[in-house]
């Protein structure tokens, strides 16, 4: 069952991820991305990581994708608009270099274990519990990064009003 | 069902509180209106314009109503009944993060209204669809922190959970609920609650006065009549989540509690019960937003952005401190 979900979730991601790329419309685009982070989701319960799969709809399809597509809406590029972007050593050399991560990752049989701590029942104690141990130094980095990022963009923001 | 009888509450109350009769000609009371609005809806042509994005204006109403129905299922309505020998909680996901799935499901609900107004082509949709989408992100973030207290109080994200730990009382008549041990957190979840599902003082989305109908201004027939039950039903899970986690869900008040336990009745005859004292509270909650609609005028824009921003983010972020020195020191 939950194969055959998968499959199924998995052809409908990529068509999202390609639509993404392909449609000439920014805010196609912008809307097929909020579909593949709501089917990312989807995995994400399909591995019973269900905090994982909630908080990636609360901020990314809920959060973050809607001041994307808020601001690609008041723009209303018409795909006349557009340059047409013509990268395209670049974009295969790119594209190239991330495949060949992806494949050096899939082939490394490297045990994955710190997921399970996601897997297991009432995982937002076990997550807790990993976050406030072993990587409460990445956890607090992390926060002081978004802090610094916060004043940043209000610092930047008052300095073009005045 | 639910966004049925309240169109008709809401449309006896408002008329009610302005000294009129309201709609009383369809069955006892006009309370056969509902259904007649239905039939209306469904009989009424479907307008299509030239200038709409045909698919985004098909899809938004869908997906504004969607999310809407998706958050109700975590909701615990009762405690454990028995079926046919069965035990059944009265509830359809009794998930251990119900709190912020239904946060994470009612975010999704701005992608319908902000879809559907851009879909229009039309600039009072769209502008309306924009003020509700900042506002409605603005507020959020103040519905979210003000849980926050409430998490940390009873100490887990499952709405069961919350609920049964908040029987029970201090010095035996003040119950243990939400709006006793997080009074600051409740005052603000209900103005975010309000602002939230775009009601009065906070329906700048809809401003009749300023942009005719809002986000909706183009659609007819059962597409608009989708949003209007999207944002029905988001007001009665704000008005359930409310109860839930401020009024003790499911529990009855401490001295009723004994009186009822005392009665030794089967544990269904109790869950009816227990049913029947969530319902009142929603009930109550509902009453509210009708009756704040029609007393409170609209705010203007840069008031409201304000008042989300500057007032109520920043108390919300003091309540959790202050909650968690309460606990650190008193518990």
Redesign the interface.
């Known amino acids: 069952m939950s194969q055959i979900l998968f499959y199924v979730v998995a052809l409908l991601s990529l068509g999202c991820a390609l639509s993404v790329i392909l449609q000439r419309n920014p805010?196609y685009s912008a809307?097929s991305l909020?579909g593949f982070l709501?089917l990312q989701a989807v995995y994400f319960v399909i591995l019973r990581a269900?905090?994982l799969a909630?908080?990636q709809?609360?901020i990314y399809?809920?959060?973050i994708m809607?001041?994307f597509?808020?601001v690609v809406?008041?723009m209303n590029l018409s795909s006349d608009d557009l340059p047409r972007l013509h990268f395209k050593p670049v974009s295969i050399f790119l594209g190239g270099l991330f495949a060949s991560i992806l494949f050096y990752l899939f082939q490394s049989d490297k045990p994955i274990t710190r997921i399970q701590a996601l897997v297991v029942?009432?995982n937002?104690t076990e997550i807790a519990k990993l976050l406030f141990s072993e990587y409460v130094l990445a956890f607090e980095y992390i926060s002081f990064l978004l802090v610094v990022a916060m004043v940043g963009v209000v610092v930047l923001n008052q300095r073009t009003q005045s | 069902m639910n966004t049925t009888i309240m169109t008709w509450v809401e449309r006896r109350g408002s008329a009610f509180i302005q000294g009129r009769i309201g709609p009383n000609r369809v069955g006892p009371l006009g309370l056969f209106q509902p259904i007649a609005d239905v039939i209306k809806f469904i009989m009424k042509e479907d307008t299509y314009y030239p200038h709409v994005n045909k698919w985004?204006f098909i899809l938004a109403p869908a997906l504004s109503l969607i999310p809407a129905v998706l958050a109700l299922a975590a909701i615990p309505f009762g405690p454990v009944i028995q079926i046919f020998g069965y035990q059944t909680p009265l509830q359809i996901a009794d998930?251990?993060?119900g709190l912020?799935?239904i946060?994470?499901?009612s975010?999704?609900g701005?992608?319908g209204i902000?879809?559907g107004g851009?879909a229009s082509n039309n600039k009072y949709s769209?502008l309306g669809s924009?003020r509700s989408?900042?506002q409605m992100?603005s507020y959020?973030i103040a519905l979210g922190l003000s849980i926050v207290g409430v998490i940390m109080v009873y100490g887990s994200?499952s709405l069961s959970e919350i609920v049964i730990r908040q029987g029970g009382s201090f010095l035996g008549f003040i119950p243990k609920w939400g709006i006793v041990t997080q009074p600051l957190a409740f005052i603000l979840f209900w103005i975010a609650a309000f602002a939230e599902t775009n009601r009065l003082p906070f329906d700048l989305p809809e401003g009749e006065t300023e942009l005719v109908a809002g986000y909706h201004t183009e659609y007819s027939g059962m597409k608009f009549a989708l949003f209007f039950m999207s944002e029905y039903i988001a007001m009665f899970t704000m008005s359930c989540l409310l109860a839930t986690l401020f009024l003790g869900g499911w529990q009855f008040p401490p001295g009723i509690h004994e009186l009822i336990y005392g009665l030794g009745l089967s544990t269904n005859i109790l869950g009816v019960l227990h049913f029947l004292s969530f319902f009142i509270k929603v009930c109550f909650f509902l009453w509210c937003y009708v009756w704040v609609r029609w007393t409170f005028p609209r705010f203007r824009y840069d008031q409201m952005m304000k008042l989300g921003w500057k007032v109520m983010v920043p108390i919300a972020l003091v309540n959790i401190i202050m909650t968690g020195f309460g606990l650190r020191f008193f518990l």
């Open positions: 805010v809307l909020v709501f269900y905090f909630v908080v709809v609360l399809a809920g959060a809607v001041l597509v808020y809406m008041v029942e009432n937002i | 985004l998930l251990h993060i912020i799935y946060l994470a499901v975010s999704l701005i992608y902000l879809l851009w769209f924009l989408c900042a992100v959020e994200t």
